[in-house]
């Protein structure tokens, strides 16, 4: 995400380092509204790890190979981690980074957004300070396959209409145009 407080601005340039030092493939892509906020660290960034084969700086969308074979995602509250959860069934590391809040009266919602509810369920919350935890939950993964279980399960109870939603949303519509035209 974007802001003061997200993940790139946060400890991004950290966690490069530390995933590329172990041998880790780390492909960082950033929010659109980075290069606005902080090109300067970007810049940073490319200087200091653009030379490193494990090391890939996608500035538009992510390849489809790429995003098909990656082991999982790093990332602070982005939406982008449910989808990615969802369509891979794999875990998301979160690092607990403060929330970006744009909406001040959100405190008094009755209910709670999934990507608060939810984002212990379909990864791991890793404080800043404590970012060499991150190796160890690689190290799991491809041992933990009751993560791509629970996954599916959460996915099944909070995304309606897979593969079907083209289908319901028109008999929806046609429903609603049938009912309008009665009137």
Known sequence: SYGDDGLVKVCGFEIIGLLLK?????????????????????????????KNPNFILETGVIPT???????CLISDW????????????????????PKKVLNLNSDNLSTKPMEISLR?????????????SILDILKKIPENDLNSKKIQQIRSETVFNIGESAKTGANYIV??????NSI
Request: glycine share 4%; with cysteine.
């Open 120 to 132: 212990n369920e379909i990864g791991n919350i890793v404080s800043p300070n404590n970012l060499e």
């Open 65 to 71: 190979n790429l995003f098909h074979n990656s082991m």
């Open 22 to 50: 172990f041998n880790v493939r780390v492909m960082l892509r950033r929010h659109f509204k980075i290069m606005q906020d902080c090109a300067g660290l970007i810049d940073l960034i490319k200087e200091k790890f653009d």
């Open 175 to 180: 429903q609603l145009l049938k009912n309008i």
């Open 78 to 97: 982005s939406g982008i981690s449910f989808e990615y959860a969802f369509t891979f069934e794999r875990q998301v590391i979160f690092i607990d980074v």
